[in-house]
């Protein structure tokens, strides 16, 4: 019923940018945080960027002053822009929604996750 569906993914030269976009779709009453985490080939998956809906936006430290992650409340859509992106950025990314849905004026509230986008990063 609900899908989140990320985009912009792909291989990048250390240094280079990337502009992720996440669009979430389906029976959706409202949004509240969205974010986005990644996992890197055997490591457990974690935290990037974090946003609620009044806007207040927390990362690891790891992305700070490279990373910005924005939404579009009216499009249910949040983007991450990676600057100066480094080998250790490698990792698929997943879009990450908690979000309340509504189906015949039902009310659900539950995170949902994208599939993943690839991000590679090379020397």
């Known amino acids: 019923q609900v899908q989140l569906v990320e985009s912009g993914g792909g291989l990048v030269q250390a240094g280079g940018s990337l502009r992720l976009s996440c669009v979430a779709s389906?029976?959706?009453?409202?949004?509240?945080?969205m974010g986005w985490y990644r996992q890197a080939p055997g490591k457990q998956r974690e935290l990037v960027a974090h946003?609620?809906?009044?806007?207040?936006?927390n990362y690891a430290d790891s992305v700070k002053d490279r990373f910005t992650i924005s939404r579009d409340n009216a499009k249910n859509a949040v983007y991450l822009q990676m600057n100066s992106l480094k080998l250790e950025d490698t990792a698929v990314y997943y879009c990450?929604?908690?979000?309340?849905?509504?189906?015949?004026?039902?009310?659900?509230?539950?995170?949902?996750w994208g599939q993943g986008t690839q991000v590679t990063v090379s020397s």
């Open positions: 990450n929604a908690d979000l309340t849905t509504e189906v015949r004026m039902t009310y659900s509230r539950s995170y949902y």
């Open positions: 946003m609620t809906i009044d806007g207040r936006a």
């Open positions: 389906g029976s959706i009453f409202s949004i509240n945080d």
